[in-house]
């Protein structure tokens, strides 16, 4: 019979396994001959066309994100800045921008995979403030009360533990530190699509929703807790970002192929209609305050 801690372990284990295959796979070009982002979500991200133009590509190509998670951030000079699931970088590199040649950055990823397409775009951007360290987001290898800013983007929702994450965001922030976080949540997710493996790597099966999302964040000793951006995916959005996220080139020529674990059980039209109006991505912004 298996503990919950092994149960955690298999999620992770799988999650990192599906993420490493979607990096790995060439890109998507049925929508045009230029590199995209392989993830819809991405494109209904929020990120201006300036800010990643001179990024190198394969940051901006392996992004899976589901919005900006820097978008609404006040990150200034001098700031430390730690991203939770760090992927290829992209928010590491918009980050070090922000920053500069007196703040940090750290990304926290559990992917080798990730890890090393994240450090060869950080020497090919030409940084010497930014680093990424193996490690799960439940248990971040960061020393407490260090980090003036966590972000995250579309990450949180994969954890089998979120409130050991929000317990873990807390803890590293300073005094007065703030976290906004871009990430999916999910109202009233049937029960036959939560146990779904192909809905989990997707960032759907996995996402809880958005009341209790805040609430763990409270309970984790977070303050002024506050929603500042929201996206409800219509149909034709949440169609996209389920049939093409994390999907296989060997599947049709609309890029909605299989789910990287190559075992879909449903289509994308019926999870639309089992799903239509209950998804969204969100920006949340919470403190830390002083004891």
Known sequence: MSTPTSQNDAVREQVAKDYARAVARP???CCNSQPT?????VKLAGYDSDQVSELPADAVVNSFGCGNPLAFSEVSEGDTVL?????????LLIAAGKVGPSGRVIGVDMADEMIAR??????DAGLSNVEVRKGIIEDLPIESETVDWVISNCVINLSPDKPGVFREIARVLKPDGRMLVSDIVVEEMPDELRADNDLYSSCVAGAIGESEYLEGLRSAGMVDVEVCGRLVYDDAQLRGFIASELSDPAGDSTCAGANVSGTRSLSADALTRSLSGKVSSIAVHAVKRRA
């Not at 982002?37 to 979500?41: E, I, N, Y």
């Open 83 to 91: 991203d939770l699931g760090s992927g290829a970088g992209i928010d």
């Open 27 to 29: 890109t998507p070009s």
């Open 118 to 123: 994240a450090r060869a775009n950080i020497g």
């Open 37 to 41: 982002p392989k993830g819809v979500a």
